[in-house]
């Protein structure tokens, strides 16, 4: 799809790009001259060594082609989408600098970017291993992306106390700010060491993964204090479930969507093989929820109707230590980005900690979240529909709140954060 698409794409850009980069000069000058440049260059491709980790079909079809059309499409979009962080700091030299499979694998990073002109981000690592061979590249995305200057290293903390804005009790109380019976959750993304990103994974990979979970999730189960049971949606799989009793869990904010529909993990090879290697575990209380094969490996989550902030960030707490202690549950951790997601913006915490409340003002009762969106932006909260990103606004005005930050932030002080923005959020609401 990409380099058709590219091909189509480009062809008139390239001519354009070659005329430009002729006239700056610069080394990739080569890289799109018509017909005749492209055989040549897929004849080279040709004779390129795959390397393994990098071998699903759908990337296969991408390096078996030529990268110069790419590499035109980066050139222009960089005047066209100066929003998109893959692109804005694509530098060419950098590319010229690196080996063969170097240059590949850069691209297969900003794929996503390079098709979706409209992203943000457009950045996914494939590798745990991209945040550092690409750190040139990648840490300049991080550190425009997460606002953090170059060199601050990420911190783990989960330690409440001392907490700025922390009440005196501790307690992260919903009913203070006026609030009853909140559905609370709190996610991390974690990301098993021992696999390639799921851009990278192959079928195979991703089943092979599930089943390496399957044998921790088993020591859940017979745990009392977890219990409950692990759902597959790989056809044949020993806990494979219904169509039907997949939707119900989606509905019940329990499973995650069919992400063949997200267009930015769909290009980055991130919703490949779908549903293979995809699944939950979900405890016996329904409270505590492990996702398997989506945008990370895991996405580790507690959920709960309540009104403490406290018990769900606890528990996520608790789980995690456990989890962490299982069978082949070792996690990709960075010493300066701290734990490894495959899109950049949720590297460090992994964390997204959210409260689904009304807010009919600020919404025009759910049909408006314009205001909504600008109101959260200054107090640092990102807002999102009831069903999740890229979902609408619920009845009466209910949206999904959370803090935007992820990286160089403690996690102790995000779950702070969200209990602040909801208190500051709610008076202006009150005001509206
Ligand atoms: P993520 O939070 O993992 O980045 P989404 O924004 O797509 O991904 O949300 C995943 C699911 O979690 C969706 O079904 C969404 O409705 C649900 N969800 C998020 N926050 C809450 C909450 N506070 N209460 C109930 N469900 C929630
Ligand atoms: C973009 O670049 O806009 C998309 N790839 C999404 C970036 C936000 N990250 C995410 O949802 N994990």
């Not at 219990?227 to 499973?255: D, F, W």
């Not at 209380?285 to 492990?290: A, R, S, T, W």
């Not at 734990?339 to 950049?344: A, D, I, K, M, R």
Request: some cysteine; glycine content about 10%.
């Amino acid at each position: 799809m990409f380099i058709r698409s590219a091909i189509r794409a480009a062809r008139p850009l390239t001519r354009l790009a070659s005329q430009k980069v002729a006239r700056n000069g610069a080394r990739f000058a080569l890289a799109a001259t018509g017909a005749a440049g492209l055989t040549m260059a897929a004849t080279a491709a040709t004779g390129c060594e795959e390397p393994v980790a990098y071998k699903s079909e759908v990337l296969k079809k991408f390096l078996a082609d030529d990268a110069a059309e790419a590499l035109a499409r980066v050139y222009i979009m960089k005047k066209l989408f100066p929003d998109n962080l893959a692109i804005k700091h694509f530098d060419f030299d950098y590319y010229n600098s690196l080996d063969a499979e170097g240059k590949k694998g850069l691209l297969m990073v900003a794929r996503s970017g390079i098709e979706n002109g409209d992203s943000g981000m457009g950045a996914y690592a494939m590798q745990p291993s991209d945040y550092d061979r690409f750190k040139t590249y990648l840490d300049a995305v991080i550190r425009d992306y997460h606002g953090v200057p170059a060199g601050q290293p990420h911190v783990t903390d989960w330690n409440l106390s001392g907490v700025a804005g922390l009440p005196a009790d501790g307690k992260l109380d919903l009913t203070k700010l006026g609030l009853e019976n909140i559905s609370m959750r709190v996610r991390v993304g974690r990301n098993l060491s021992a696999f390639p990103l799921p851009g990278a994974m192959d079928k195979a990979d991703r089943i092979k993964m599930e089943n390496t979970m399957l044998k921790a999730f088993n020591v859940l189960v017979k745990d009392p204090k977890y219990g409950g049971e692990y759902c597959s949606l790989t056809p044949g799989h020993s806990n494979e479930i219904s169509g039907q009793r997949y939707n119900e869990l989606v509905k019940a904010h329990i499973m995650f969507k069919d992400m063949a529909a997200d267009k930015y993990l769909a290009t980055a090879g991130i919703a490949s093989d779908w549903p293979y290697g995809r699944g939950c575990y979900v405890s016996a209380d329904k409270g505590f929820i492990v996702w398997v094969g989506e945008e990370d490996h895991l996405r580790i989550m507690c959920m709960k109707k309540g009104k403490y902030l406290n018990d769900v960030f606890d528990r996520l707490r608790g789980a995690l230590d456990t989890m962490e202690s299982l069978p082949n549950c070792k996690f990709a951790h960075s010493e300066e980005y701290g734990y490894v997601t495959s899109c950049p913006t949720n590297l460090g915490t992994g964390m997204r900690a959210s409260v689904h409340v009304a807010i009919p003002k600020l919404t025009k009762n759910g049909a408006d979240v314009s205001e909504a969106k600008a109101v959260c932006k200054q107090l640092g909260l990102s807002v999102r529909g009831v069903g999740g990103e890229h979902t609408a606004a619920g009845v009466g005005g209910i949206v999904d709140i959370s803090p935007s930050a992820r990286f160089c932030i403690k996690e102790a002080e995000i779950i702070t954060a969200l209990y602040k923005g909801i208190e500051k959020l709610m008076a202006k609401e009150k005001s509206a």
